[in-house]
């Protein structure tokens, strides 16, 4: 059953009471970025919040209150998973039309006009600082369909792929925030034999989902696969833009470079790992025996997130992708336990990607160069338009939410990025 808040809520709010995810914020009031939480179509600045006895019922946070002033959620990550599960009721509690707190903000009008801002007037920033950025391949069908393209049915899957979580190290500088425009690269490609340098002509997206680290291991100190959840702070939208033509000629023998390094979208809001908790269900089956250091002690290990890409171009916006999260083959534990296995230390900020989610029918893939077979079959769009990859002026919109009932969804919001023309060299 919905919790009801004193706070209007409009039913199919991403937003709903049973959220609360955490972003970074600037206002008119004040350019200064800080954390806020988005609930309806309303934002809680949590610097004014903070500053004006916003906690003062929650005493376990006082020692730590300066984290809601900075100027990214690293710190407030930081604190673990108990300490953000404890805030994040507090703030359910605060918006609770029968809160235990009425004092705090329900009849308190003067915060309320201070503090609480339209989600449409705020600006939204990067909500951490990336210090690495990891980028896996957990998604089996998009594996599976890429691989028959190149490879044929019979070595469409490369032998380690049922038996590891397959990754590459990202560009973190080129991570940005939902509604930054994405420049068209430059890059060698083959034509069609010969290498030549041009603007890429194959631009692409890929929809995936994104985990940001809140807690660090010491290097040489393996995360163990049972505790890997707990170094998850919460998930967002991720499209990580390809240029399929560059990745083509320089991939091998190292894999993507500068096929995905001029820009990776996330979605503005980080949506805690306990508010997707009641979402959790089976992802796709492995048949192969895995790694002890892998296994986890429960079958539902990936979250059922419904997922959409909508594609606008001059002629209107079309819905290309509808597919779900449980189209992954790797949990994002597995994948974490995986990248430290090695005693690699991971840190606050660290973010993680799970690689391209796509389902195994027509319009479930979640890149263009799934659904226009690289190239070969071009995409019917809204309003006659046609598409095999992106062009100038086209804006990819990425929507992901859990839950059916329209008063209680958890949703991320919108993933946005347009494609803007090359420079000229």
């Known amino acids: 059953m919905a919790k009801i808040s004193w706070l209007p809520i409009p039913r199919g709010s991403?937003?709903?009471?049973?959220?609360?995810?955490?972003?970074?914020?600037?206002?008119?009031?004040?350019?200064?970025?800080?954390?806020?939480i988005a609930i309806g179509n309303q934002v809680l600045d949590l610097a004014v919040f903070s500053s004006n006895d916003g906690f003062s019922a929650l005493p376990s946070i006082h020692p730590y209150i300066s984290v809601f002033s900075q100027p990214t959620l690293n710190a407030f990550a930081a604190l673990g998973r108990p300490?953000?599960?404890?805030?994040?009721?507090?703030?359910q509690d605060i918006f609770m039309d029968d809160t235990k707190h009425p004092q705090i903000l329900k009849s308190n009008t003067m915060l309320q006009q201070i503090a609480l801002f339209p989600l449409k007037?705020?600006?939204?920033?990067?909500?951490?600082?990336?210090?690495?950025y990891t980028d896996f391949y957990a998604g089996l069908n998009h594996a599976y369909n890429v691989g028959v393209m190149f490879r044929?049915?019979?070595?469409?899957?490369q032998p380690n792929y049922m038996h590891l979580p397959v990754g590459y190290h990202g560009r973190a500088s080129s991570v940005v925030i939902s509604g930054t425009p994405i420049r068209r690269p430059w890059g060698q490609i083959l034509d069609p034999k010969v290498p030549i340098f041009t603007q890429s002509k194959k631009l692409d997206f890929e929809l995936e989902l994104g985990a940001f680290v809140c807690s660090a291991?010491?290097?040489?100190?393996?995360?163990?696969i049972n505790e890997a959840e707990s170094f998850l702070f919460g998930f967002v939208l991720v499209n990580d833009w390809s240029s399929r033509d560059?990745?083509?000629?320089?991939?091998?023998?190292l894999g993507p470079f500068n096929s995905k390094n001029f820009g990776t979208t996330i979605s503005a809001w980080i949506v805690l790992t306990d508010a997707l908790e009641p979402f959790l269900g089976k992802g796709l089956e492995n048949k192969t025996e895995i790694q002890a250091y892998l296994e986890e002690a429960r079958d539902e290990n990936v979250y059922d997130i419904n997922l959409e890409v909508d594609l606008?171009?001059?002629s209107g916006t079309t819905t290309i992708t509808r597919t779900s999260s449980l189209n992954l083959l790797w949990s994002f534990p597995q994948m974490l336990a995986h990248h430290s296995i090695t005693g690699c230390p991971m840190q606050v900020g660290d973010l993680l990607a799970s690689g391209t989610i796509s389902g195994t029918e027509p319009g479930t893939q979640g890149s263009l160069l799934e659904q226009s077979q690289n190239g070969k079959e071009a995409l019917k769009l809204q309003g006659g338009d046609e598409r095999k990859f992106l062009e100038d002026g086209d804006m990819v919109t990425i929507r992901g939410v859990c839950g059916v009932d329209e008063d209680a969804l958890v949703g991320f919001g919108e993933c946005i990025g347009r494609i803007e023309p090359s420079i000229k060299l």
């Open 152 to 157: 044929g049915a019979a070595n469409a899957l």
């Open 121 to 132: 007037d705020v600006q939204t920033h990067l909500p951490m600082q990336i210090g690495d």
């Open 312 to 314: 606008t171009t001059k």
């Open 14 to 36: 991403h937003f709903s009471l049973s959220n609360i995810p955490f972003g970074i914020i600037t206002t008119a009031s004040s350019q200064s970025p800080r954390p806020a």
């Open 217 to 224: 291991n010491k290097m040489g100190e393996p995360i163990p």
């Open 246 to 253: 560059v990745q083509a000629w320089e991939y091998v023998p």
């Open 83 to 91: 300490v953000h599960r404890s805030v994040r009721d507090y703030l």
